[in-house]
């Protein structure tokens, strides 16, 4: 039984195995995202703080994208489906961040949950034939390593972590709310 916090978040659990607090962690940190991103309008989404140009709305699309590439398109080595197939990455490097303003918060909410949804059905996937040891089907990097399952669901956790720290202060400078 998953017990959840005030916001609704999964607690990882305190005694699980490798696997569970593993993915106990990148599910409280998804859950994270979603509460620091939940009830804002298109304007919200888009809205900058100091000198940067990060917005919850650039940050919903850019973690879709890392889902998917992480997931589907580097431990399952299949090709990006959209909107990341026909994206010009040469032309603009942080399309993910950059054309967010362009979509709605229902879009970019649908957009974030269908990718966390295909992800979870690919570590569903690796597990039945491996364990978190096996490597990414992926062709290896250009330094001859490939990253593990173990690998790909840690470098997950950090991500979400990360962004979910620039997350807190956008979302104090819209509207005031705090938290963990």
């Known amino acids: 039984m998953t017990d ?6 999964p607690e990882p659990p305190m005694d699980g195995d490798e ?7 990148l599910e409280f940190h998804r859950a994270t ?5 939940d009830g804002l309008t298109a304007e919200q989404l888009d809205r900058t703080t100091a000198k940067s140009s990060m917005t919850l709305g650039g940050m919903l699309k850019h ?8 997931f589907h398109t580097v431990l399952h080595d299949r090709e990006p489906l959209e909107p990341w197939a026909s994206v010009d ?7 993910d961040w950059h ?7 229902e879009q970019l ?5 269908d990718e966390v949804g295909r992800a979870r059905m690919a570590v569903a996937e690796a597990l039945e034939s491996g364990d978190l040891n096996q490597p990414a089907k992926r062709a290896p990097w250009r330094d001859g390593r490939v990253p593990s399952l173990r690998w790909i669901l840690t470098h997950m956790v950090e991500e979400y972590a990360r962004h979910n720290g620039h997350a807190d202060l956008l979302r104090e400078s819209i509207d005031g709310q705090t938290g963990e």
């Open 63 to 70: 973690l879709a994208y890392v889902e998917q590439q992480w």
């Open 109 to 113: 909410r649908a957009l974030w949950q």
């Open 4 to 9: 959840f916090d005030e916001q609704g978040r």
């Open 19 to 25: 696997l569970a607090t593993l993915t106990g962690f």
């Open 33 to 37: 995202l979603a509460w620091k991103t």
């Open 99 to 105: 054309s967010a303003a362009q979509d709605t918060p």
């Open 89 to 95: 990455w040469k032309a603009d490097n942080d399309w």
